[in-house]
């Protein structure tokens, strides 16, 4: 059973934040990733045959690691391999950092800093951010906010649920390959073709979830789970990704915003469908209530995750 080292994995995550430091597992995993991708491209020429590689040696050696060092943290004491547990659980979520983001953005605008807010919100997004408006900023980070819902918590709490620390951090490296070289361009269109494609089967599941414990997360928070529910179930699958709608669908309804729509990608408009038809104007504050939304999913998902784990043999 997982389930105590994951609740005290979302503790550790509420009271030390997110640990920070070049020491990261997921940091050291991005490392590791493009090492691989410079062999695969550099040594064996290889590309859709090295990104299949990627995918499949980068969390089946962080599986091992993970679950190797559970083994002998287990053979010491069986407190220390809960511990041990415990702490890879705390570094495959990430709701505190995501929060941090956000409210650090809000309190830039809050403080007229609009250029802070901007140079804060590039460092967390892909798009431009010279030319946002108030609007565009709020609107970008909540789609961050509610887009990482499922990536940075309710999948890998999933995978704890179903295979403790060392399934959650595997689920990572996966995620993480997808962040690094799941790009439609022409450096990664075959290379990152097979990594897309599994982390897009990783959280598929979660995804589809997420819209009901965004929903009951929603009316806790006393916000609109109805609309969440109702929002996420018709606008989720307005995105090329079949996952990624999911989360800002529901927190689309959940506000009472749309999210989506026109965005510019160095110097390129894309065009993506809207999300929700709310009509409240966004604003600094619209921040905190999406904090509130992510702080609720958080508890709602871990006490899921611990009664899964409690039901699995």
Same mark, same amino acid.
């Given at each position: 059973?997982?389930?105590?080292?994951?609740?005290?994995?979302?503790?550790?995550?509420?009271?030390?934040?997110?640990?920070?430091?070049?020491?990261?597992?997921?940091?050291?995993?991005?490392?590791?990733?493009?090492?691989?991708?410079?062999?695969?491209?550099?040594?064996?020429?290889?590309?859709?045959?090295?990104?299949?590689?990627?995918?499949?040696?980068?969390?089946?050696?962080?599986?091992?690691?993970?679950?190797?060092?559970?083994?002998?943290?287990?053979?010491?004491?069986?407190?220390?391999?809960?511990?041990?547990?415990?702490?890879?659980?705390?570094?495959?979520?990430?709701?505190?950092?995501?929060?941090?983001?956000?409210?650090?953005?809000?309190?830039?605008?809050?403080?007229?800093?609009?250029?802070?807010?901007?140079?804060?919100?590039?460092?967390?997004?892909?798009?431009?951010?010279?030319?946002?408006?108030?609007?565009?900023?709020?609107?970008?980070?909540?789609?961050?906010? +509610?887009?990482?819902?499922? *990536?940075? /918590?309710?999948? %890998?709490?999933?995978?704890? &649920?179903? @295979?403790?620390?060392?399934? $959650?951090?595997?689920?990572?490296?996966?995620?993480?390959?997808?962040?690094?070289?799941?790009?439609?361009?022409?450096?990664?269109?075959?290379?990152?073709?097979?990594?897309?494609?599994?982390?897009?089967?990783?959280?598929?599941?979660?995804?589809?979830?997420?819209?009901?414990?965004?929903?009951?997360?929603?009316?806790?928070?006393?916000?609109?789970?109805?609309?969440?529910? +109702?929002?996420?179930?018709? *606008?989720? /699958?307005?995105? %090329?990704?079949?996952?990624? &709608?999911? @989360?800002?669908?529901?927190? $689309?309804?959940?506000?009472?915003?749309?999210?989506?729509?026109?965005?510019?990608?160095?110097?390129?408009?894309?065009?993506?469908?809207?999300?929700?038809?709310?009509?409240?104007?966004?604003?600094?504050?619209?921040?905190?209530?999406?904090?509130?939304?992510?702080?609720?999913?958080?508890?709602?998902?871990?006490?899921?995750?611990?009664?899964?784990?409690?039901?699995?043999?």
């Amino acid at each position: 059973m997982h389930g105590f080292a994951i609740g005290l994995g979302y503790i550790f995550d509420l009271l030390l934040k997110d640990p920070n430091s070049a020491w990261h597992p997921v940091r050291l995993i991005g490392i590791f990733i493009t090492a691989q991708e410079r062999f695969y491209r550099g040594v064996l020429k290889l590309e859709l045959a090295g990104g299949l590689l990627l995918a499949l040696v980068t969390p089946g050696l962080v599986y091992i690691l993970s679950f190797a060092l559970l083994v002998l943290l287990e053979r010491m004491h069986w407190s220390l391999a809960i511990m041990g547990d415990a702490l890879l659980v705390w570094c495959a979520i990430s709701p505190s950092a995501l929060v941090a983001e956000a409210r650090g953005i809000q309190s830039r605008l809050e403080a007229g800093d609009d250029a802070g807010a901007k140079k804060a919100l590039s460092m967390i997004v892909g798009r431009d951010t010279a030319n946002m408006d108030t609007p565009a900023i709020v609107r970008a980070t909540i789609e961050t906010v +509610a887009e990482n819902s499922v *990536d940075g /918590l309710i999948s %890998p709490l999933l995978y704890a &649920a179903l @295979g403790g620390g060392p399934l $959650a951090m595997a689920y990572r490296a996966v995620n993480t390959c997808d962040s690094m070289v799941g790009y439609q361009n022409e450096r990664y269109e075959r290379f990152g073709k097979i990594p897309a494609r599994v982390d897009d089967a990783a959280n598929f599941i979660p995804a589809r979830l997420a819209l009901l414990l965004i929903s009951v997360s929603a009316w806790l928070a006393g916000l609109n789970g109805q609309m969440a529910l +109702a929002v996420g179930l018709r *606008d989720r /699958l307005k995105h %090329p990704s079949p996952n990624s &709608a999911h @989360g800002e669908a529901a927190f $689309a309804g959940a506000l009472n915003v749309r999210l989506g729509g026109p965005s510019s990608y160095a110097g390129a408009v894309k065009e993506k469908p809207w999300l929700g038809d709310g009509a409240k104007t966004m604003e600094a504050s619209t921040l905190a209530q999406a904090c509130r939304l992510l702080r609720w999913t958080a508890s709602v998902a871990t006490l899921c995750a611990i009664s899964i784990s409690l039901l699995l043999p």
